[in-house]
């Protein structure tokens, strides 16, 4: 498991391609505990960088300070809840968002790859809309939707939307034709190809896409909370910004990385459950 | 990230393909589907279902569109904001392929970068904003460092993955051929890892732009951003309309040359 620490770094970039026939990086099995421990001593030896830099002046504490004061911000704020209120409100608004995108992106998706004309009215428009920069029409959305969460939510799905869509539109297109084919040949109804061929052979792609639109939409959540207010994690950093507070802004970044490293962890263990069946994670 | 672009040719057309009839005809059909956008968001507008304060119609936001573009206002903030996304992304590509190599070449690099990787890809980089502002306040360089970091990461994944899954027998064969680390690096590993880097810079690409907006929406006296932002808190909303549309347009545009880069300088590998 931890020998493929390195491997699950990342997501985003790994187009499930072939493993290759044995990294040159060496370190496989022996190796892989002292990989771990070296790497997690790094991160210690980053945070009493930090700690002692601040303390002993090396670095303005008004620039960065002292690790420990911000986690003590940290515990106070999780005493009186303010931590969970905010942590919990932007993990809402980025996995409603989110999932909105899927729901309907998904099906967006499946159906152009069936369809012409869904195909002829959506290709376009997603190759336009994918590329774009679409925090942009955020005060589209303020005029049309207000302030409030409905807007923040509609933004969130809107910027998720593309990548999940078009993820599972190249999924499910030019799949490989002879697994549909014996199937249909033991008798199996469109549908039944559809759930039990197609979409498992489609699964990593559409995976993937979503594991890129998930960071999107935490980054457009922030976003929409520093713009709009209403707390959220963004929300109470940008005013600690604004406050020249930057405790508050640092005891924000702290806890952001924690819940992007979850929420984004997360979606990897799912991915390792539904393709348990997978060569790519059996490796 | 490739599942971008580059939909399927529309092979519908029986036309011969290289004429310019077959183009235009093809680009027009292409992308017909924004008609239909065009068309429902004027019924929309004309029907009184929605004010037209929320939905100018088009008409007016071409002209207000035309009028900040002769006027100089909309091409002087689009030069600042791209001056800014793109020394941002020139930085990151550079530091972020010289680590992303490092990584993938050099044991110690990796144990060192790897862990700063792991922890901080997953976090939204727009919650920077507030930091680079308490860093370096309110000018260019505050925007430039914002973006540089937002954009770094995904070049590094990139380098390193790309430079990771080289075929090791391509690098044995060229060092026992003679040549040095440095040469394997130069005329194997980065060949080698060239799609995957680019990969990774396009993802960059996009996060530039949207870094760029959301950082000029809450920080800045200038650039695209603040014109959307400011022309909306006006009130002034078919301008704001025509901005918004205007940066779509230069993100679409900017991926758009880059994947036609990206095309021909891996035209070598389809051969």
Same mark, same amino acid.
């Given at each position: 498991?931890?020998?493929?620490?390195?491997?699950?770094?990342?997501?985003?970039?790994?187009?499930?391609?072939?493993?290759?026939?044995?990294?040159?990086?060496?370190?496989?099995?022996?190796?892989?505990?002292?990989?771990?421990?070296?790497?997690?001593?790094?991160?210690?030896?980053?945070?009493?960088?930090?700690?002692?830099?601040?303390?002993?002046?090396?670095?303005?504490?008004?620039?960065?300070?002292?690790?420990?004061?911000?986690?003590?911000?940290?515990?106070?704020?999780?005493?009186?809840?303010?931590?969970?209120?905010?942590?919990?409100?932007?993990?809402?608004?980025?996995?409603?968002?989110?999932?909105?995108?899927?729901?309907?992106?998904?099906?967006?998706?499946?159906?152009?790859?069936?369809?012409?004309?869904?195909?002829?009215?959506?290709?376009?428009?997603?190759?336009?809309?994918?590329?774009?920069?679409?925090?942009?029409?955020?005060?589209?959305?303020?005029?049309?939707?207000?302030?409030?969460?409905?807007?923040?939510?509609?933004?969130?799905?809107?910027?998720?939307?593309?990548?999940?869509?078009?993820?599972?539109?190249?999924?499910?297109?030019?799949?490989?034709?002879?697994?549909?084919?014996?199937?249909?040949?033991?008798?199996?109804?469109?549908?039944?190809?559809?759930?039990?061929?197609?979409?498992?052979?489609?699964?990593?792609?559409?995976?993937?896409?979503?594991?890129?639109?998930?960071?999107?939409?935490?980054?457009?959540?922030?976003?929409?909370?520093?713009?709009?207010?209403?707390?959220?994690?963004?929300?109470?950093?940008?005013?600690?910004?604004?406050?020249?507070?930057?405790?508050?802004?640092?005891?924000?970044?702290?806890?952001?990385?924690?819940?992007?490293?979850?929420?984004?962890?997360?979606?990897?263990?799912?991915?390792?459950?539904?393709?348990?069946?997978?060569?790519?994670?059996?490796? | 990230?490739?599942?971008?672009?580059?939909?399927?040719?529309?092979?519908?057309?029986?036309?011969?393909?290289?004429?310019?009839?077959?183009?235009?005809?093809?680009?027009?059909?292409?992308?017909?589907?924004?008609?239909?956008?065009?068309?429902?968001?004027?019924?929309?507008?004309?029907?009184?279902?929605?004010?037209?304060?929320?939905?100018?119609?088009?008409?007016?936001?071409?002209?207000?569109?035309?009028?900040?573009?002769?006027?100089?206002? &909309?091409?002087?903030?689009? @030069?600042?904001?791209?001056?800014?996304? /793109?020394? $941002?992304?020139? %930085?990151?590509? !550079? *530091? +972020?392929?010289?680590?992303?190599?490092?990584?993938?070449?050099?044991?110690?690099?990796?144990?060192?970068?790897?862990?700063?990787?792991?922890?901080?890809?997953?976090?939204?980089?727009?919650?920077?904003?507030?930091?680079?502002?308490?860093? &370096?306040?309110?000018?260019? @360089?505050?925007?430039?460092?914002?973006? /540089?970091? $937002?954009?770094? %990461?995904?070049? !590094? *994944? +990139?380098?390193?993955?790309?430079?990771?899954?080289?075929?090791?027998?391509?690098?044995?064969?060229?060092?026992?051929?003679?040549?040095?680390?440095?040469?394997?690096?130069?005329?194997?590993?980065?060949?080698?890892?060239?799609?995957?880097? &680019?990969?990774?810079?396009?993802?960059?690409?996009?996060?530039?732009?949207?870094?760029?907006?959301?950082?000029?929406?809450?920080?800045?006296?200038?650039?695209?951003?603040?014109?959307?932002?400011?022309?909306?808190?006006?009130?002034?909303?078919?301008?704001?309309?025509?901005?918004?549309?205007?940066?779509?347009?230069?993100?679409?545009?900017?991926?758009?040359?880059?994947?036609?880069?990206?095309?021909?300088?891996?035209?070598?590998?389809?051969?």
């Amino acid at each position: 498991m931890s020998g493929s620490a390195q491997n699950t770094a990342v997501p985003v970039g790994a187009e499930a391609k072939p493993a290759s026939p044995r990294s040159r990086l060496g370190a496989r099995r022996p190796g892989a505990f002292l990989d771990l421990g070296v790497q997690v001593g790094v991160v210690l030896a980053l945070c009493v960088a930090w700690e002692a830099g601040a303390r002993l002046g090396a670095i303005n504490p008004f620039l960065l300070p002292p690790l420990t004061d911000v986690l003590a911000r940290i515990g106070e704020d999780a005493m009186s809840g303010a931590v969970f209120v905010d942590l919990g409100l932007t993990l809402y608004r980025a996995l409603f968002g989110f999932l909105i995108a899927a729901v309907i992106g998904i099906p967006v998706g499946i159906l152009m790859s069936r369809s012409r004309i869904v195909r002829w009215f959506f290709d376009p428009l997603l190759s336009i809309g994918f590329p774009m920069p679409k925090v942009a029409f955020l005060p589209i959305f303020i005029l049309w939707f207000d302030i409030y969460d409905t807007s923040k939510v509609i933004m969130v799905a809107f910027s998720c939307f593309f990548p999940i869509a078009a993820a599972t539109y190249a999924g499910t297109t030019g799949l490989d034709k002879w697994p549909i084919w014996s199937a249909r040949s033991f008798g199996a109804k469109e549908v039944e190809i559809l759930w039990e061929v197609n979409l498992p052979m489609a699964l990593p792609q559409i995976l993937t896409g979503l594991q890129v639109a998930l960071p999107v939409g935490m980054i457009t959540t922030v976003v929409t909370e520093m713009l709009m207010g209403g707390r959220g994690i963004g929300g109470s950093m940008i005013m600690a910004g604004r406050f020249a507070d930057s405790v508050g802004v640092f005891a924000g970044i702290v806890e952001i990385v924690a819940l992007g490293f979850l929420v984004v962890k997360s979606l990897e263990l799912v991915r390792a459950r539904l393709l348990a069946w997978h060569p790519e994670t059996r490796r | 990230m490739s599942a971008a672009g580059a939909g399927p040719a529309d092979a519908a057309l029986a036309l011969p393909r290289n004429t310019l009839l077959f183009k235009l005809f093809d680009g027009v059909l292409r992308y017909s589907p924004l008609l239909v956008l065009v068309a429902v968001w004027e019924g929309l507008g004309l029907s009184g279902f929605v004010s037209r304060q929320m939905l100018p119609d088009l008409g007016t936001i071409l002209s207000e569109f035309w009028r900040m573009l002769t006027g100089g206002d &909309l091409l002087y903030n689009t @030069a600042r904001s791209l001056s800014r996304s /793109f020394s $941002g992304l020139a %930085l990151a590509i !550079v *530091v +972020g392929l010289a680590a992303g190599l490092a990584m993938a070449t050099a044991r110690p690099a990796r144990l060192l970068i790897n862990p700063v990787v792991q922890i901080f890809y997953p976090m939204p980089k727009s919650a920077l904003i507030p930091v680079v502002m308490i860093w &370096l306040g309110l000018g260019d @360089a505050s925007k430039v460092l914002l973006i /540089f970091l $937002g954009c770094l %990461l995904p070049v !590094v *994944v +990139g380098a390193y993955n790309g430079a990771r899954g080289v075929n090791p027998f391509l690098v044995w064969s060229a060092r026992s051929l003679g040549a040095g680390r440095f040469e394997v690096l130069r005329e194997v590993i980065v060949p080698a890892a060239m799609p995957e880097i &680019l990969n990774g810079c396009r993802t960059a690409l996009a996060f530039s732009f949207i870094l760029m907006v959301s950082s000029e929406f809450l920080i800045a006296s200038d650039g695209v951003g603040y014109m959307i932002s400011s022309l909306g808190d006006g009130g002034i909303y078919p301008a704001m309309f025509a901005v918004i549309f205007f940066v779509a347009a230069i993100g679409f545009a900017a991926d758009r040359v880059y994947s036609v880069i990206m095309r021909r300088q891996l035209r070598w590998r389809e051969a």
